[in-house]
C-alpha cells in the first residue's frame, strides 16, 4: 500500500477487504465517534470542513456524511490520497454523493500545508510513516486545523498480529492484505510511542483510548483562543 503507483485489479480488491475489515472490527466506529466528540461543542449551525487523509474508497466520508445529514450539522468534506488510481476509485464509490471532494495529493507536500481544516481524520492511516515524519507533521497540523485531529490506528500486540494474521489467511483473496494486514500491526503504536510523538509536536491537550480490536482512539484538540 505504500506504493503511490500501485494500480488494477489487485488495489480494487484490497481497498474492498480493508473496507470490510474496518466495518466488521469497528474500526469505522471508531473516527465517527471521535468525530461526534470532537464537534459536540460547536455550533450545530457552522459548516465544519473535514479532511480524512488516506481516504481510501472514502467509505469513512459516506459515513461522515451520513451522519451530518442524520444530525443536521453542515460539514464539508474532503478526502485526500497520494495515490491517483485510489482517489478515482473512491470518485466512482462516492458517485451518488458529488457533494464529498477528492483530492490527489501528498501530505507532506507545500500545497497540502498550504491548505486550512476544522477537522483531519485519519483510519489506518499514520503507522506508514515514522515517528519523526509523524511529530513533524502534527507539529505542521496545528497551523492548518481549527479544532482538532484525530488517529484512528493500530494497538501493536502479539494477539493482533497473530489474530490478523489467521484472519487474512482464511478469508482474504487479496495477496496485498495478507502480506499488509500483518505487517501493518507490526509498524503500529504502543500507547507510550503515540504519547512521545505527541509530545515532540507540542500536542497540548489529547486523549488516548483503546478500542475494540486493537484500536487506538486519539483525540487531539486545539483549545479556543
Known sequence: MDDLEYSG???????????????????????????????????????????DLGCGRGDILRLI???????????????????PYIVEAARSNLRQYPEIELLTMNVFSTAFQSMKFDV??????YHHFTDEQLSGFFRRLKDQVRIGYIINDIHRHVLAF?????????????????FDAPLSVLRAFKKRELVEILKNAGAGIFTIQWKWAFRWQVLVYFPKD
Do not use: Q
Open 120 to 125: 483531519v481524520v485519519g483510519t489506518l492511516f
Open 65 to 83: 456524511l451520513l451522519w451530518a445529514k442524520k444530525e443536521n450539522r453542515k460539514v464539508r468534506l474532503l478526502g485526500i490520497d497520494a495515490n
Open 162 to 178: 497473530y489474530s490478523i494474521r489467521l484472519l487474512t489467511k482464511y478469508f482474504s483473496r487479496s495477496s496485498m492484505v495478507k
Open 9 to 51: 485489479e489487485m488495489m480494487d480488491r484490497t481497498l474492498y477487504e480493508l473496507e470490510l475489515i474496518n466495518k466488521w472490527l469497528g474500526g469505522n466506529d471508531v473516527t465517527l465517534g471521535g468525530i461526534k466528540k470532537m464537534v459536540i461543542n460547536h455550533d450545530p449551525e457552522a459548516t465544519i470542513c473535514i479532511a
